[in-house]
């Protein structure tokens, strides 16, 4: 039976929640702040990580802790504010990425992941978005032999387990694929089924455009208030109220606060991150998305420029930009390839919801009928918008899920 559902959040995961609504024809409202994909999913790498198939752990092994530990590496950074808050949920995340728990958390991500092409495939044909989608796959770069081959080794195992497609370039494959690089890396791993996305928030907003075309309607919004009452939930958005059956919680790093304010709490914490795009330098070009494995970047050849993703900054949510990260990521990029100038006046500042056990929420709010969940995605929330829209449909539809959907319910926590 067809019912009004309001979904607040339009990000990725949002609105792939909000189209997969409407598709089955329930009557549906995206609610934010601001236009789709304009939030965290407007600033990640732009991969579908199909090879994604482990979470990141907390690092354990005493070499790295001491490596991260002066704050100055481009992969990892700290503040002491952000950790002191955070504190709990990121001792619960050191004790989930021990060896034996982390071991028991890899199948259940992976399930997850294996979803994210057959769920973005529709998508991306809905909104007529193909322009946008390279199929090619990345590129992991090495300038250690043994750092090389011990990730070959995973993507072996990966490959046995979750059938991911890889392939080892030498330096002359990577030379050939990629001239304007270094010619100090002695190799690559090049993922072969992953997509990427020349511009992630238009392909959010193609999305969106597709879920319009659904029969559903965007509202932008400050949302002021979300209550339950006798007829659903009450939601009121610019101080106008808005009554629904359901209401789907897909607000990223935001949905913690709302929970508290319903009387539920979740350990999330953030990781904070940062974009800048470039221009070429010589007339270099860059023709794949290029992974800095060592150091802890990421580059890729957007609609916008190349785009210098940052890795992890611990920090709260809504404290100012820290730029050192970015800075640090930007010279070491200059090693690698002939970036030209800044084309923009301020970088990208973004966070994304993390769980403790790496794992997303996606299911029903407990004591809470008609309250969804469909947040924590992490890392990954790009890459599983689309499967989270599928699965927690099937879920509001009383429908036997295609995967076990315990592993992410919320009372785990």
């Given at each position: 039976?067809?019912?009004?559902?309001?979904?607040?959040?339009?990000?990725?995961?949002?609105?792939?929640?909000?189209?997969?609504?409407?598709?089955?024809?329930?009557?549906?409202?995206?609610?934010?702040?601001?236009?789709?994909?304009?939030?965290?999913?407007?600033?990640?790498?732009?991969?579908?990580?199909?090879?994604?198939?482990?979470?990141?752990?907390?690092?354990?092994?005493?070499?790295?802790?001491?490596?991260?530990?002066?704050?100055?590496?481009?992969?990892?950074?700290?503040?002491?504010?952000?950790?002191?808050?955070?504190?709990?949920?990121?001792?619960?995340?050191?004790?989930?990425?021990?060896?034996?728990?982390?071991?028991?958390?890899?199948?259940?991500?992976?399930?997850?992941?294996?979803?994210?092409?057959?769920?973005?495939?529709?998508?991306?044909?809905?909104?007529?978005?193909?322009?946008?989608?390279?199929?090619?796959?990345?590129?992991?770069?090495?300038?250690?032999?043994?750092?090389?081959?011990?990730?070959?080794?995973?993507?072996?195992?990966?490959?046995?387990?979750?059938?991911?497609?890889?392939?080892?370039?030498?330096?002359?494959?990577?030379?050939?694929?990629?001239?304007?690089?270094?010619?100090?890396?002695?190799?690559?791993?090049?993922?072969?089924?992953?997509?990427?996305?020349?511009?992630?928030?238009?392909?959010?907003?193609?999305?969106?455009?597709?879920?319009?075309?659904?029969?559903?309607?965007?509202?932008?919004?400050?949302?002021?208030?979300?209550?339950?009452?006798?007829?659903?939930?009450?939601?009121?958005?610019?101080?106008?109220?808005?009554?629904?059956?359901?209401?789907?919680?897909?607000?990223?790093?935001?949905?913690?606060?709302?929970?508290?304010?319903?009387?539920?709490?979740?350990?999330?914490?953030?990781?904070?991150?940062?974009?800048?795009?470039?221009?070429s330098a010589d007339e270099a070009r860059l023709h794949h998305w290029v992974m800095d494995a060592e150091v802890g970047y990421l580059l890729a050849p957007m609609r916008a420029g190349i785009r210098l993703t940052t890795g992890a900054e611990l920090e709260r949510l809504e404290a100012p930009a820290h730029h050192q990260q970015l800075a640090a990521a930007e010279a070491r990029a200059r090693?690698?390839?002939?970036?030209?100038?800044?084309?923009?006046?301020?970088?990208?500042?973004?966070?994304?919801?993390?769980?403790?056990?790496?794992?997303?929420?996606?299911?029903?709010?407990?004591?809470?009928?008609?309250?969804?969940?469909?947040?924590?995605?992490?890392?990954?929330?790009?890459?599983?918008?689309?499967?989270?829209?599928?699965?927690?449909?099937?879920?509001?539809?009383?429908?036997?899920?295609?995967?076990?959907?315990?592993?992410?319910?919320?009372?785990?926590?």
């Open positions: 039976m067809a019912r009004e559902i309001i979904v607040l959040g339009a990000g990725m995961v949002g609105v792939s929640v909000a189209w997969h609504l409407a598709r089955r024809g329930h009557d549906v409202t995206l609610v934010d702040r601001r236009e789709p994909g304009r939030e965290t999913s407007f600033g990640n790498a732009g991969l579908i990580q199909r090879e994604a198939v482990r979470p990141y752990p907390f690092p354990r092994d005493l070499a790295t802790l001491v490596r991260v530990l002066p704050n100055r590496e481009v992969d990892i950074r700290y503040r002491p504010g952000g950790m002191l808050r955070a504190a709990g949920p990121l001792l619960q995340y050191w004790r989930n990425s021990a060896p034996s728990r982390y071991r028991r958390l890899v199948p259940e991500y992976a399930a997850l992941i294996r979803l994210c092409l057959d769920a973005h495939g529709p998508m991306i044909e809905a909104a007529g978005a193909e322009s946008l989608v390279r199929r090619d796959g990345w590129l992991e770069v090495y300038r250690d032999t043994e750092k090389l081959v011990a990730r070959l080794e995973d993507a072996e195992e990966n490959d046995a387990r979750f059938g991911v497609r890889y392939r080892r370039l030498e330096p002359e494959d990577l030379a050939a694929m990629e001239p304007s690089l270094s010619d100090d890396l002695v190799g690559a791993v090049h993922w072969q089924d992953s997509w990427s996305v020349a511009d992630p928030g238009a392909l959010v907003q193609a999305y969106a455009s597709a879920f319009e075309a659904e029969g559903g309607r965007v509202l932008r919004g400050e949302v002021n208030d979300v209550a339950q009452d006798a007829e659903g939930w009450r939601v009121e958005i610019d101080g106008q109220a808005w009554q629904a059956a359901d209401v789907v919680l897909a607000m990223g790093p935001w949905s913690r606060t709302w929970l508290e304010r319903l009387g539920l709490s979740v350990p999330m914490f953030v990781k904070r991150g940062y974009h800048m795009h470039y221009g090693e690698l390839f002939p970036l030209g100038e800044r084309l923009e006046s301020t970088p990208w500042k973004g966070a994304r919801p993390c769980m403790p056990d790496m794992k997303p929420v996606i299911g029903p709010a407990p004591g809470r009928r008609g309250l969804w969940c469909a947040f924590g995605h992490g890392h990954q929330g790009f890459t599983l918008g689309p499967a989270t829209g599928r699965l927690l449909t099937q879920m509001m539809e009383g429908e036997t899920t295609e995967i076990d959907m315990a592993p992410y319910r919320f009372e785990r926590f």
